[in-house]
């Protein structure tokens, strides 16, 4: 059985750092895409960065890009997602997702994604 389960949420001042990582089991890890997405209260999810298989392909959404950076440690089938300078507006649940995909694509689209983990709070405080 896939299964995705994040780590690394909190509570962080403006300007803090913090590091999420999602952890795979059940499946080959390298063989699969993975990528975050984030859901603000009332707000729809939308797409924060993506990883291809191989680690050598990335993308992130244009409003974050400088920030963030987006890796992953095949060895240790976990995903993760460094951010730093953190603002209020970052304040959401964070949520890692996966899908098989050939070793140089990756994917911006969460319909794309059938694996999803349970997510994890990042709460930036002012």
């Known amino acids: 059985q896939v299964q995705l389960v994040e780590s690394g949420g909190g509570l962080v001042l403006t300007g803090g750092s913090l590091r999420l990582s999602c952890a795979a089991s059940?499946?080959?890890?390298?063989?699969?895409?993975a990528g975050w997405f984030r859901q603000a209260p009332g707000k729809e999810r939308e797409f924060v960065a993506a990883?291809?298989?191989?680690?050598?392909?990335?993308a992130y959404a244009d409003s974050l890009k400088g920030r963030l950076t987006i890796s992953r440690d095949n060895t240790k089938d976990t995903l993760y997602l460094q951010m730093n300078s953190l603002k209020p507006e970052d304040t959401a649940v964070y949520y890692c997702?996966?899908?098989?995909?050939?070793?140089?694509?990756?994917?911006?689209?969460?319909?794309?994604?059938?694996?999803w983990g349970q997510g994890t709070q990042v709460t930036v405080s002012s």
């Open positions: 059940g499946v080959t890890f390298s063989n699969y895409a």
């Open positions: 997702a996966a899908r098989p995909a050939r070793y140089r694509t990756y994917y911006a689209d969460a319909t794309a994604y059938n694996v």
């Open positions: 990883i291809s298989p191989s680690a050598g392909y990335t």
